[in-house]
């Protein structure tokens, strides 16, 4: 399995299924409006006025991410939360919202929010430092439950609309499993390079203070 | 925009090929939402019914 086969995130028949009762009704208010699932890649358009179609739905999406950025990250979530932000949690909040992903495939908006959720959550993984990042899986299974352990933290703290917006992104993510899994493989794949990077700059030191000299 | 307005609007756009899941997610989480973040929110959704209509 490769990076591309971990980030596609278009959502499958499990997920399709696994929708709540006000999503159902949601798909129903579709299909009564003639909507197919894939309306905006249907050929009731021309292909022209389809990609046009999708290019607007995309660049409305990434807006809608970037405004998620903003509510998870809010002054409000990081006093709740009091947390030291693991290294890197950020830029992995920043490529959660990108409507690409770092290997080029296009992010649903679906993706968008459980990635944004993931990079949320990971920033309250409990490292004392980079020695202590632990050898097996850090978030596969797990991403759901830390997103639910950080709202019962803002709960706790009185920020009861945070804790909601944190209780609410949890079982969205539990509501799509199999989109969640393959964000929580990405994700994890990305904290382990950022890691990487951070090992290996003291030995890009001399390299730097090399080219500096010359 | 109060709730109902914000629904009307999600129909409207989920008639027009947009996702339920995710739009379901926003009606969510909306009513938890700092005013200027519904704000944003309505101006976006609002901005994307007008650019498929």
Redesign the interface.
């Given at each position: 399995m490769d990076t591309n086969d971990l980030m596609e995130d278009q959502?499958d028949i499990n997920e399709a299924e696994s929708?709540?009762a006000?999503?159902d009704e949601?798909?129903a208010?579709?299909a009564?409006?003639?909507?197919?699932p894939?309306?905006?890649r249907?050929t009731q358009a021309t292909p022209e006025s389809g990609a046009e179609?999708d290019k607007?739905?995309e660049q409305?999406?990434a807006?809608?991410g970037n405004?998620l950025k903003?509510?998870l990250t809010?002054p409000?979530v990081s006093n709740g939360l009091n947390l030291v932000p693991f290294l890197g949690g950020s830029k992995l909040l920043t490529e959660s919202i990108a409507s690409t992903t770092l290997d080029g495939n296009e992010v649903?908006?679906?993706s968008?929010?459980i990635h944004a959720a993931m990079g949320a959550g990971s920033l309250a993984l409990d490292f004392t430092g980079i020695e202590d990042i632990p050898e097996g899986t850090m978030l596969a299974g797990k991403s759901v439950n830390l997103v639910g352990k950080l709202a019962a933290s803002l709960a706790e703290k009185g920020a009861a609309?945070?804790a909601?917006?944190f209780e609410?992104?949890a079982k969205?993510m539990a509501s799509?499993p199999n989109l969640t899994a393959k964000a929580e493989t990405a994700t994890e794949l990305k904290i382990r390079k950022i890691i990487a990077d951070i090992r290996d700059y003291p030995k890009s030191g001399p390299q730097i203070e090399a080219e500096r000299a010359a | 925009m109060d709730k109902l307005e914000l629904t009307t609007l999600v129909h409207q756009l989920i008639g027009l090929g947009e996702d339920p899941g995710e739009l379901n997610y926003w009606l969510e989480i909306f009513d938890y939402l700092e005013p200027t973040q519904q704000i944003l929110l309505c101006a976006n959704l609002q901005r994307e019914l007008k650019s498929l209509q």
């Open positions: 959502p929708h709540d006000l999503t949601l798909l208010i579709r009564e409006a003639g909507a197919h894939e309306a905006h249907d179609r607007v739905i409305a999406s807006e809608r405004i903003g509510v809010s409000l649903s908006g679906r968008r929010i609309k945070s909601r917006i609410i992104s969205f799509n | -």
